[in-house]
């Protein structure tokens, strides 16, 4: 079985800074997909930025990006020009790039909450 | 608007009440899932779906049932609600990789 972990209950950075969310996987599979999720208070969950396990170049979506280190099953999501509108749960979460039996569940990280100070 | 809902948002309850939580998309995707969120903690896999009249339990073992009869709905439904079934419930529909989740239903058995 797969498991994320999230070792940063709570983040705060101040407004236009930089702040950088941390995750670590475990999994025994060589292809998967890697997610990070947004999720404001009393909001919709969105997906921020994914990742091909396949893919060696980091996935990039504007402000956020990823850095993924396939070998040291990490993969941390950077955040540049903080905005106040970034303030949320942050999610980590591990797909498998299987179908079937439940696989393309996704697994989740305990989530690290982010604060922007203004 | 292609969209994912839930309802009720919120709903607090007595104990031994049948409920039914609602979700229903209109994307036309063929996967749905139910995920389980207790405060603090990580969102768990208990139900999904691969289309109509397909339904599987997930990763974390749920006293929850649900049902497939059309594309767009996929309710899950608790017999006789208890304490310990006070959570977050989150449904979410893919088509292939990326899964769209909907708003959530905040339950509360008292």
């Known amino acids: 079985a797969q498991t994320v972990t999230q070792s940063q209950p709570e983040m705060s950075v101040q407004e236009a800074e930089t702040v950088t969310l941390s995750c670590t996987y475990d999994t025994s599979e060589s292809d998967y997909y890697l997610f990070w999720y947004k999720q404001p208070p009393s909001r919709q969950m969105i997906l921020v930025i994914r990742?091909?396990?396949?893919?060696?170049q980091n996935a990039t979506e504007n402000r956020f990006s990823v850095n993924f280190q396939k070998a040291a099953k990490s993969f941390s999501l950077k955040i540049s020009d903080s905005q106040l509108g970034d303030a949320a749960m942050y999610f980590c979460a591990y797909r498998s790039m299987y179908s079937g039996g439940g696989a393309d569940g996704l697994t989740f990280g305990k989530g690290t909450h982010l604060i922007i100070q203004p | 608007e292609a969209d994912i809902y839930q309802t009720p948002r919120y709903l607090v309850i007595g104990t031994g009440k049948k409920i039914t939580l609602e979700c229903s998309q209109t994307?036309?995707?063929?996967?749905m899932y139910w995920y389980q969120q207790d405060p603090g903690m990580e969102l768990h896999l208990i139900h999904y779906s691969y289309g109509v009249n397909s339904t599987e339990k997930g990763d974390l073992s749920s006293e929850s049932t649900v049902s497939r009869i059309r594309t767009e709905h996929f309710p899950l439904t608790l017999e006789s609600a208890r304490p310990s079934h006070t959570s977050q419930y989150l449904c979410?529909?893919?088509?292939?990789?990326?899964?769209?989740f909907g708003p959530g239903t905040r339950l509360t058995v008292l």
């Open positions: 990742q091909e396990a396949y893919k060696q």
């Open positions: 994307m036309g995707h063929d996967k």
């Open positions: 979410a529909s893919s088509e292939a990789v990326e899964q769209f």
